[in-house]
């Protein structure tokens, strides 16, 4: 009797350290350790490439890098590869478009699959090619008479200045000062009066001191991804020497998109009657597809339960039979 309780406390044992084991397998991810250019870094300019390297092997198939210039603009080569000389299977690059690069920012989007369980992780980070205030071009056009930026009624989305004696007004038109705003894409939008946009004249973006990027021609918006938080938006005009010459900006609060729709929309939904639920069906329960972030975790614990099973077959059988 004791050596049968020994072997079914032996088979529970087993199936404990089979757990251990597994789990942490069913959560590995190859996250990006380092890049050149480096992440959230500056260069002088635009590199030919870019290589990151992740905390462990990387599946060829599904793994990639991606490059976009502020307004979306795709500007790699589309050659992502992991590369299969690295033993390590560590190291992925991909060639960026040189001539499409200008001064600014740019946002990588990144994916990788993990060579030892197919788990899937994704991410995105900056880095800066030059600085958006340098000047371009070998000649220096003649400065024009600034006026120091006033603020009308102490509001911050409004810029005062004059140049050469005419008023130019700079306006943050959304969001508005102190708006709450949902967390994802928002939209900044501004407006200029008294200079035309284009050759002479620009915009820029900022979130807090960091530059998001700079706007073409006569554009005068600009998207960002915020995260939840709070932030003071930024918005300046540049001159052609890509000097900052007005300035606005406002105080937003970026809170989850429930959170958000619910601040911005109070009295709808006090005066809305509750809706009464439509009768829904019950989907029925299905196994989860093999491969992906569920493939070998899941069959690994799937394992580990059976081993309990048995372990506690065998002794409650070993019990009886005596």
Known sequence: MKKLTAFAISALLFAALGF?????????HAELKECTPA???????????????????????????????????????????????????????????????????YTVKWTTVSADDSDQATGEFNFTVGHAMEMHGTETPAAAETSTVTHPNDDP???????????????????????????????????????????????HFYLGDKLLGMAEGAETSFT??????????????????HQDINNASVHVTVAAAEA????????????????????TETAPSTLPATGGEVGFGFYALLAVLGLVIFGAGTFVYARNKQ
Request: charged share 20%; proline share 6%.
């Open 20 to 28: 251990v084991a597994f789990a942490p397998l069913a959560q590995a």
């Open 157 to 203: 989305s409004i810029g005062v200045i004059t140049i050469d004696g005419k008023q130019v007004t700079l306006k943050i038109v959304s969001p508005a000062n102190d708006a709450t705003v949902p967390a994802g894409d928002v939209k900044i939008e501004a407006a200029v009066d008294g200079v035309q946009l284009g050759e002479d004249y620009h915009l």
């Open 224 to 241: 960002a991804k915020l995260e939840p938080g709070a932030y003071e938006v930024k918005v300046t005009l540049g001159d052609s020497n």
């Open 39 to 105: 992440i959230d870094g500056t260069v002088a300019t635009a590199p030919e490439k870019l290589t990151c390297e992740t905390s462990q092997a990387m599946k060829a198939e599904g793994s990639s890098l991606q490059v976009f210039d502020a307004n979306g603009v795709q500007v790699d080569k589309g050659d992502s590869a992991v590369d299969l000389n690295d033993p390590e299977r560590t190291i992925i690059s991909v060639s960026l478009d040189t001539a499409k690069m200008k001064d600014g920012v």
């Open 260 to 279: 958000a729709q619910a601040t911005a929309t109070p009295a709808a939904t006090e005066a809305a009657p509750a809706a009464t639920p439509a009768p």
